[in-house]
């Protein structure tokens, strides 16, 4: 059974050695571009950055009890893992996003539809993933759930 983890900086430290500088710096990327409004908290056992629910009351609609999820990061078996609902609720942002990962990355883009993975820690493009992060402010967000809501 893992034990429960309780903040961004326990998640951290549960982090092999050799993944944590990079890891380190994908959080604090994230942090220095992250749109005022999301706040950072384990979400779903990761470090996430979601709408607070004194923002968005409804919370998430799978799980109302759980603020609003818009971007998680995870330390996987074999990877770092970016998770981003707004590529996932955006083409147009999806689309600027591969278009842009070539300029910043001399490795294949390995995504899923929400979920960028990282298999070369040391090959993470974090100017991009500032620039993605920033792209999207917390009420531009809620609109656009609530678009694919309904």
Same mark, same amino acid.
Not at 37 to 58: K, Q, R
Not at 123 to 145: C, F, N, Q, R, T
């Given at each position: 059974?893992?034990?429960?983890?309780?903040?961004?900086?326990?998640?951290?430290?549960?982090?092999?050695?050799?993944?944590?500088?990079?890891?380190?710096?994908?959080?604090?990327?994230? +942090?220095? !571009?992250?749109?005022?409004?999301?706040?950072? @908290? %384990?979400?779903?056992?990761? #470090?996430?950055?979601?709408?607070? $629910?004194?923002?968005?009351?409804?919370?998430?609609?799978?799980?109302?009890?759980?603020?609003?999820?818009?971007?998680?990061?995870?330390?996987?078996?074999?990877?770092?893992? +970016?998770? !981003?609902?707004?590529?996932?609720?955006?083409? @147009? %942002?999806?689309?600027?996003? #591969?278009?842009?990962?070539?300029? $910043?990355?001399?490795?294949?883009?390995?995504?899923?539809?929400?979920?960028?993975?990282?298999?070369?820690?040391?090959?993470?493009?974090?100017?991009?993933?500032?620039?993605?992060?920033?792209?999207?402010?917390?009420?531009?967000?809620?609109?656009?759930?609530?678009?694919?809501?309904?």
């Amino acid at each position: 059974m893992k034990p429960t983890i309780n903040s961004p900086t326990e998640y951290i430290n549960t982090v092999p050695k050799e993944r944590k500088p990079y890891f380190t710096k994908l959080r604090n990327t994230i +942090l220095k !571009h992250l749109p005022e409004g999301f706040e950072e @908290t %384990i979400s779903y056992g990761m #470090i996430g950055y979601v709408v607070p $629910h004194d923002l968005y009351p409804a919370g998430y609609h799978c799980t109302p009890s759980l603020p609003l999820p818009f971007v998680s990061i995870a330390n996987q078996k074999n990877h770092i893992a +970016l998770y !981003h609902c707004g590529i996932y609720a955006d083409d @147009t %942002i999806m689309q600027w996003f #591969i278009e842009e990962y070539p300029k $910043h990355c001399t490795y294949k883009l390995d995504m899923g539809k929400s979920c960028i993975r990282f298999k070369k820690p040391d090959a993470i493009p974090y100017e991009l993933i500032g620039l993605l992060i920033g792209k999207i402010s917390v009420d531009d967000y809620i609109h656009l759930y609530e678009r694919q809501l309904k």
